[in-house]
């Protein structure tokens, strides 16, 4: 079999550049190793960015995100029992960021693919990308016991951080950058209306904690936890309990509890792999980096490097120049850089680290009263959170 481009991993960055592709008349096949329901399972990121938003609907799978969707103008922060709110949308000349879950977003592109009829294999084994380093490369793979081979131009590594297609860069050619936090995050789905009509970002002396929200009717919320810490030992009662002692009483107050229909622990860690791209491989999104939830990035950033790629392969096809491929993985690193930044520095902020000594507390004091009495400080928060340029 043949195609133009191999999209390996069905998450939102595959789906998003499958998307896109089609709409230009690139032919494109998704291979994903687990079926539809497990990815549609997993519950992660739950804000977009401008960017992002745009490009979901140059997708043409915007329509659900722009009726069910709610856009948010502010965040809160939250320390010393006060709430602090960071006015992004004054901050940034208007610019805002839209709540609507991955889940939702991965759901609006599959359904925009089948209905396209675009071809998904799921449960796909032993997906394995070849002759990269060519101009003839290739994916092979198993379905049903019996092995595959899809010709291409180009493979798209969108298969998240286990994926197969960094591992299968020589890794002699990979420069890897890693941080890991001595924490994790302990989340929670509840069909409760949620505290606030925005997100509050806490930082106490018991540990972080986070409110958010997927409508309405659905919250979303987080406590730091340790880092070997086990989902079993936390009951409903004691995780309502600890979030609301991580709150400023009059946030506390309107937490309203209820039994939580998803429960899981997220490890933090930093992580990047540079280049992004080997000959005809592309490495995007959680392929290529990670960063810890703090900053609301790892979606969006997933998002930027599709669009960065769809744009070198726009015109590698439509002006037969492969100046925009050849740009992909520099132009794509400039801006995870910076988000990688962000995303450590909210970490760095917000969380408590067991080994941050009375100065690093002060310090860690010291930049949140900064950033709260200082339009400088918050313009500088409030423009990396609605997100960056392109
Ligand atoms: P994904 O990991 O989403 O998708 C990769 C796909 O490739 C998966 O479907 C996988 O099954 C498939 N795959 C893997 N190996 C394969 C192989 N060998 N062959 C074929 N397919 C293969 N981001 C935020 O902004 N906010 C958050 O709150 C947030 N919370 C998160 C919580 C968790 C537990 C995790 C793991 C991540 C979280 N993230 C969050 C980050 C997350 O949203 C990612 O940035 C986003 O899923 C990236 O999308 P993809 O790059 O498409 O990778
Ligand atoms: C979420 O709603 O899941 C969420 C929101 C903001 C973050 C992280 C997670 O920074």
């Not at 309203?256 to 933090?268: H, R, W, Y």
């Not at 080994?355 to 918050?378: C, K, M, N, P, W």
């Amino acid at each position: 079999m043949r195609t133009q481009v191999v999209i390996i991993g069905s998450g939102p960055s595959g789906l998003l550049l499958g998307q896109l592709l089609a709409g230009i008349g690139v032919e494109n096949v998704i291979l994903e190793r687990v079926d539809r329901d497990y990815v549609l399972g997993r519950v992660r990121a739950g804000v977009l960015e401008q960017g992002t938003v745009d490009l979901l609907d140059e997708a043409g799978a915007g329509a659900r995100m722009r009726a069910e969707g709610l856009p948010h103008d502010g965040i809160s922060l939250a320390f010393d029992n006060r709430l602090h709110r960071i006015d992004l949308a004054a901050l940034t000349g208007g610019k805002r960021v839209t709540v609507y879950g991955q889940t939702e977003v991965t759901h609006d592109l599959m359904d925009k693919r089948s209905a396209a009829g675009l071809m998904t294999v799921y449960d796909a084994k032993n997906v394995l990308p070849q002759g990269f380093d060519t101009a003839s490369p290739f994916v092979t793979y198993e379905k049903d016991g019996v092995t595959h081979r899809i010709d291409c131009d180009f493979i798209a590594g969108c298969d998240g951080f286990h994926g197969v297609s960094r591992k299968s860069v020589p890794q002699d050619a990979l420069k890897l950058f890693e941080r890991a936090y001595p924490f994790g995050w302990l989340g929670i789905l509840a069909e409760v209306p949620p505290a606030d009509h925005e997100l509050i970002y806490a930082n106490h002396p018991r540990g972080f904690a986070l409110c958010s929200m997927r409508s309405e009717h659905r919250s979303r919320y987080y406590v730091q936890c340790p880092i070997d810490d086990k989902v079993e030992n936390w009951s409903d009662e004691r995780f309502w309990d600890e979030l609301r002692l991580r709150l400023p009483k009059e946030a506390a107050e309107k937490v309203t509890v209820g039994p939580s229909f998803e429960k899981s622990i997220a490890p933090l860690r930093s992580f990047v792999a540079e280049p992004m791209q080997f000959g005809r491989l592309s490495l995007v999104g959680d392929a290529a980096h990670i960063v810890p939830p703090t900053g609301a990035k790892g979606l969006n950033l997933a998002a930027s490097d599709v669009r960065y790629l769809f744009s070198g392969l726009k015109e590698f096809y439509l002006d037969k120049s492969p100046a925009g491929i050849d740009a992909y993985s520099g132009k794509a690193l400039s801006r995870v850089w910076k988000a990688v930044r962000f995303s450590w520095w909210m970490t760095t902020m917000l969380h408590r680290f067991p080994d941050t000594d009375a100065f690093g507390q002060r310090i860690q004091e010291a930049e949140l009263d900064y950033l709260v009495h200082s339009q400088a400080a918050a313009t500088s928060l409030a423009e990396n959170y609605v997100g960056l340029p392109y």
